[in-house]
């Protein structure tokens, strides 16, 4: 998006504002993840410009650098959709549960196109983007806090760390079933990443190319990883404990609606196993998040 945006106002000659910030936000349908911005219509009010002309001239730039990540539409009166693509999102959520987000996470070199941040990828196709706890009762006790937690509201910080745990275990017990297989020895203590032996790839997608994690529950806890992920990369997110809660949320109802054993697991052995992948993936972000943004210990269980 910055590159479109610096090459429109080369070409038409327009001087440009640096410290201008790109207009992007998250659209609120839960069933897909799109992004939407009004960077057409903020230079075409400041420069004089119609604003489809605008808008035309910076979607013709992203298609050719964006292709087979975002279908890119323009919405009257200037505002352009874009549509992260179902194998980027498998990508993305392969990359986040083979531990992309920490430091040594081993996310597979054939995915290493894919950043952590699907944001990020909107404004620099090309950028590379970028954590250990406690769990708190709800009685009064140690809390075991890293020195920078940020902890406000205890029950909150259980809630987000039984979330965590559930997902911990959850996973172990898909490896227990054989619905994956984790390399051995297992770890005994909340996992930066998971090491997969069995499947080697998450089967996200179906065999139209389509996220075969098409319930609303499924589609709602992917929605609220891609915006915990994305809030990651800013400075003045309001509250890591609201953002926590929201996921931990999602993923409880994710829980609750969508089944992994018996008939699924049977009949639907991949969708089965994408669940599982859903799981490794909302852990890895759960515990990133209480780790390096709420500074406390992830558990495996409580």
Not at 290 to 296: A, C, N, R, S, T
Request: proline share 5%; with cysteine; charged share 20%.
């Amino acid at each position: 998006m910055i590159n479109a945006h610096s090459i429109y106002t080369y070409n038409h000659k327009i001087k440009r504002t640096h410290n201008k910030k790109i207009p992007l936000h998250k659209g609120r349908d839960n069933e897909k993840i799109l992004y939407v911005s009004g960077i057409a219509l903020q230079v075409s009010k400041s420069h004089n410009s119609q604003p489809m002309e605008v808008a035309n001239s910076i979607v013709s730039y992203l298609s050719k650098t964006c292709d087979g990540i975002f279908s890119i539409r323009i919405v009257p009166p200037g505002w352009i959709h874009l549509e992260v693509s179902p194998p980027f999102t498998a990508s993305w959520l392969q990359n986040i549960a083979m531990g992309s987000l920490e430091e040594g996470g081993k996310a597979e070199e054939a995915n290493k196109e894919s950043i952590n941040s699907v944001s990020s990828h909107v404004f620099q196709t090309n950028s590379q983007c970028p954590m250990t706890a406690v769990a708190t009762s709800r009685q009064s006790g140690p809390t075991h806090c890293l020195p920078h937690a940020q902890i406000h509201n205890l029950d909150h910080l259980f809630t987000i760390q039984h979330a965590h745990a559930r997902c911990c275990s959850l996973v172990l017990l898909a490896h227990r079933e054989g619905l994956i297989k984790l390399r051995e020895p297992l770890p005994d203590t909340s996992p930066a990443f998971w090491s997969v032996i069995f499947p080697e790839q998450i089967p996200w997608l179906n065999c139209d190319g389509k996220l075969c994690l098409n319930h609303p529950d499924e589609s709602r806890l992917i929605t609220e990883l891609v915006q915990v992920v994305d809030a990651f990369e800013c400075k003045d997110v309001g509250s890591w404990e609201k953002a926590g809660l929201n996921l931990s949320q999602a993923w409880e109802n994710f829980w609750c609606k969508c089944r992994f054993w018996g008939e699924v697991k049977t009949l639907s052995p991949e969708l089965a196993q994408a669940r599982v992948g859903l799981l490794m993936t909302t852990q890895s972000v759960l515990r990133f998040l209480l780790v390096e943004k709420l500074g406390v210990l992830a558990l495996m269980e409580l």
